[in-house]
């Protein structure tokens, strides 16, 4: 029997990506859907590694900086020019106005062109949709733009996931008595005044306020190592810990 549940990551740079690292990218697998989860620079090309994009379940983007959606226009011309069309259009799980942002990079306004290959439906918080067994839900986390952070669930397994967050209680109960937290550590510390990203220490604190069974590290800024990142992270957690590796499949 394969896995209920696995995480590929194909990209975890912030905020450019860099040679064979992509930025922020994941494929959620389970129960025979495939979910990409945010789709930064270099993380579409990743992707065709794992699986044909055309077999996708769902795209599913926690906030709209370009770091997490600029390969989405990738997918745009792959889907609709470069013979990997799916046998229809792809439900994308997004922020409102993410349409709206793909579509600037075609110079037009209205969005109706790229309902052939993609199907926008906003997130809010709370919102659950499953594709087959695989449930998929989204609490609103804090960041300087609206965005959210991942609760994925299937055969008793269950993934949490960031996004972009700096310390908040939606996080904590995003991530509560999760198998695997996949959590972002982008800076070294907090300017004065600023929450919107998480230290290592703020991703430790969090998983162990959670109850997490794993904590992965991703999203580490360049002022960071991840290896200097996911020790800082797992002294404040205690449990076991590592730093995200681009093609690393883990089974939640």
């Given at each position: 029997m394969p896995p209920a549940l696995t995480l590929t990551v194909l990209g975890t740079a912030s905020p450019h990506p860099g040679p064979d690292q992509p930025c922020s990218g994941y494929l959620v697998r389970g129960q025979g859907a495939e979910v990409w989860v945010d789709a930064g620079p270099g993380s579409f090309a990743e992707l065709q590694r794992h699986t044909d994009p055309a077999r996708l379940s769902a795209v599913w983007i926690s906030h709209l900086h370009a770091d997490h959606i600029a390969d989405l226009l990738s997918a745009v011309y792959?889907?609709?020019?470069?013979?990997?069309?799916?046998?229809?259009p792809l439900p994308v799980y997004a922020p409102a106005d993410c349409a709206q942002r793909l579509a600037g990079f075609f110079g037009r306004t209205e969005t109706d062109f790229l309902g052939d290959v993609l199907d926008?439906?906003?997130l809010y918080d709370g919102h659950t949709v499953r594709r087959g067994d695989l449930t998929l839900t989204a609490r609103a986390v804090?960041?300087?733009?609206?965005?959210y952070g991942l609760r994925a669930e299937t055969g008793g397994r269950v993934l949490a996931y960031s996004g972009d967050s700096g310390p908040c209680a939606a996080l904590t109960a995003l991530a509560e008595d999760a198998d695997l937290f996949l959590c972002e550590a982008d800076i070294d510390a907090?300017?004065?005044g600023e929450q919107v990203h998480l230290t290592p220490e703020d991703a430790g604190e969090a998983a162990r306020a959670a109850g997490?069974?794993?904590l992965l590290v991703t999203h580490?800024?360049?002022?960071?190592t991840p290896v200097a990142a996911t020790a800082r992270a797992a002294a404040v957690f205690g449990g076991e810990t590592a730093a995200a590796r681009v093609g690393a499949t883990t089974v939640v």
């Open positions: 792959a889907l609709a020019y470069g013979g990997l069309t799916p046998p229809a926008f439906r906003s804090r960041h300087d733009v609206e965005a907090h300017r004065e997490v069974r794993r580490v800024g360049p002022t960071l």
